[in-house]
């Protein structure tokens, strides 16, 4: 599918594309539409004006959701797991705490492991 390729490039790029895309569709609409504006623009040809303008704005909208989907999950994530909470800092404290390694209330007093080999200290 043409928008699975789409998805993996960076924001940057996938802003440029939609942006891109839906310019040149105003563009062939402008070239290929029976359109004329004169000077000064009559009421009617403003009206045809503005409503391509509101199409224009509405399909970028709708284009540009999918591409700042990924900041919106992160967004919610951040709301979700407030990093000054006292359960997040136990819950960060204990994933940063490496399985190897057993913390010193576990170790013999000869300073060797339970499991035999020598324990290290982690400082």
Avoid: Q, Y
Avoid at 21 to 28: D, K
Avoid at 87 to 99: C, D, F, G, L, N
């Amino acid at each position: 599918m043409l928008l699975k390729p789409f998805s993996s490039l960076p924001l940057f790029w996938r802003v440029f594309g939609t942006n891109a895309a839906v310019r040149l569709l105003a563009f062939l609409g402008l070239v290929f539409a029976p359109v004329t504006v004169s000077v000064p623009p009559h009421l009617r040809e403003l009206i045809v004006l503005a409503i391509g303008l509101l199409l224009v704005l509405a399909l970028t909208v709708l284009l540009l959701r999918s591409a700042f989907r990924p900041l919106d999950d992160l967004a919610e994530t951040m709301r979700r797991h407030d990093p000054l909470s006292p359960e997040s800092a136990r819950v960060s404290r204990a994933s940063r705490t490496s399985p190897r390694w057993r913390p010193r209330s576990t170790r013999c007093s000869s300073g060797s492991s339970p499991s035999g080999g020598t324990a290290r200290t982690v400082r």
